[in-house]
Nanobody
């Protein structure tokens, strides 16, 4: 069993930055994939960024250049650096990990971007 706890969300003005953190209850060395998803109000959950155990990273096309996913295995933490935030980035952001073909989700952290 793996617990994922997100933090770092909040209210920010358009153009600002936030860094989200996802703390895992155990080492993520065995994770095949770690990712950030988001769910805007009234919309479906969507992929923001993902990183694999082989070092590949993928981003939603609309977010390339503004968002950066990274991890610190020693701290068992996944990060999402978000720059140049826009009101349309307002959403609940979720951390996800796939370990041995099983998916785990965090509880989410709210990000609100004001215009």
């Amino acid at each position: 069993q793996v617990q994922l706890v997100e933090s770092g969300g909040g209210l920010v003005q358009a153009g600002g930055s936030l860094r989200l953190s996802c703390a895992a209850s155990r080492s993520m060395f065995s994770a095949n994939t770690m990712a950030w998803y988001r769910q805007p109000p009234g919309k479906q959950r969507e992929l923001v960024a993902a990183t694999t155990s082989r070092g590949r990273t993928d981003y939603a096309d609309s977010l390339k250049g503004r968002f950066t996913i990274s991890s610190d295995n020693a701290k068992k933490t996944l990060y999402l650096q978000m720059n140049s935030l826009k009101p349309e980035d307002t959403a609940v952001y979720y951390c996800y990990a796939e370990i041995m073909n099983k998916g785990y989700w965090g509880q989410g952290t709210q990000v609100t971007v004001s215009s």
